[in-house]
């Protein structure tokens, strides 16, 4: 069902739509949106595209202690980390968990292994997804911002397909780390995760190209630590608090 379908059918997205034709400025954060708003947009209003942001800061410059997190963590330095980052809630996020398992399965590798942080009612449909990777899989929760700061400059790579993702704010933090990223193709993600710039971006539902996607940045040291300043860079550059002020105050007038 098209956006204009639900705007006859759902009065709530009739309301949209009529605060969105008489607005003389109006901003989306991914071009899907716009993609979506255009046709409500009359010919002499502006529509503006504000990508998601995040106070960079706290990001850049942490302190990287990876003998701290393994012992904090329990996970062995000698081996590549994934990180997953994400609520663990039915719907889109198991979905995205259940992809991940299914991904990391197809990989077969042993010298990798798999933080996941983040907790909720799902847990144990998490768990059972990711369970054949048991043993090279560690659950620890929801942990506070400043652990997960010092978590995500110590990782390898971040490993979120994103089901229905609209842009995913920790794949901004992850990047901010100085984090290549590993996701998939669909909704917002293009617009916060910069295909072979900043990581490398899957058909939705491929898990055999996010195996292989992973499996070629471990291989591929280089590319790995280009991806890794490509990304720091995105962020520190056009993804910041200011970025986002410079693009308001050139769009109000």
Same mark, same amino acid.
């Given at each position: 069902?098209?956006?204009?379908?639900?705007?006859?059918?759902?009065?709530?997205?009739?309301?949209?739509?009529?605060?969105?034709?008489?607005?003389?400025?109006?901003?989306?954060?991914?071009?899907?949106?716009?993609?979506?708003?255009?046709?409500?947009?009359?010919?002499?209003?502006?529509?503006?595209?504000?990508?998601?942001?995040?106070?960079?800061?706290?990001?850049?410059?942490?302190?990287?202690?990876?003998?701290?997190?393994?012992?904090?963590?329990?996970?062995?330095?000698?081996?590549?980390?994934?990180?997953?980052?994400?609520?663990?809630?039915?719907?889109?996020?198991?979905?995205?968990?259940?992809?991940? /398992?299914?991904?990391?399965?197809? #990989? $077969?590798?042993?010298?990798?292994? &798999?933080?996941?942080? !983040? =907790?909720?009612? *799902?847990?144990?449909?998490?768990?059972?997804?990711?369970?054949?990777?048991?043993?090279?899989?560690?659950?620890?929760?929801?942990?506070?911002?400043?652990?997960?700061?010092?978590?995500?400059?110590?990782?390898?790579?971040?490993?979120?397909?994103?089901?229905?993702?609209?842009?995913?704010?920790?794949?901004?933090?992850?990047?901010?780390?100085?984090?290549?990223?590993?996701?998939?193709?669909?909704? /917002?993600?293009?617009?916060?995760? #910069? $295909?072979?710039?900043?990581?490398? &971006?899957?058909?939705? !539902? =491929?898990?055999? *190209?996010?195996?292989?996607?992973?499996?070629?940045?471990?291989?591929?040291?280089?590319?790995?630590?280009?991806?890794?300043?490509?990304?720091?860079?995105?962020?520190?550059?056009?993804?910041?608090?200011?970025?986002?002020?410079?693009?308001?105050?050139?769009?109000?007038?």
């Amino acid at each position: 069902m098209n956006w204009l379908a639900l705007l006859v059918q759902e009065p709530g997205h009739q309301a949209a739509g009529r605060a969105i034709a008489a607005a003389d400025l109006v901003f989306c954060m991914t071009r899907l949106d716009m993609a979506c708003v255009q046709p409500l947009i009359r010919a002499e209003r502006e529509l503006v595209f504000l990508p998601p942001f995040l106070d960079a800061v706290p990001f850049l410059g942490v302190e990287q202690n990876r003998k701290r997190v393994a012992q904090i963590y329990g996970l062995d330095p000698s081996k590549y980390w994934l990180l997953a980052v994400g609520m663990m809630r039915r719907g889109d996020k198991l979905r995205s968990y259940q992809r991940l /398992g299914a991904a990391l399965r197809l #990989l $077969d590798r042993d010298d990798i292994q &798999l933080l996941v942080l !983040g =907790d909720g009612a *799902a847990r144990g449909q998490v768990v059972e997804a990711l369970s054949p990777l048991r043993d090279r899989t560690k659950l620890y929760g929801a942990v506070s911002n400043s652990k997960l700061r010092e978590v995500y400059c110590c990782c390898d790579l971040y490993t979120w397909p994103g089901v229905g993702e609209a842009y995913g704010m920790a794949y901004l933090e992850a990047q901010a780390s100085g984090l290549p990223v590993v996701a998939g193709n669909e909704r /917002g993600i293009p617009d916060v995760v #910069l $295909d072979g710039r900043t990581g490398l &971006l899957t058909p939705p !539902g =491929d898990d055999v *190209a996010f195996a292989r996607a992973i499996g070629r940045l471990l291989d591929d040291v280089d590319l790995r630590n280009k991806l890794s300043r490509g990304a720091q860079d995105f962020v520190s550059r056009e993804r910041t608090v200011q970025a986002a002020a410079n693009l308001l105050g050139k769009a109000i007038p």
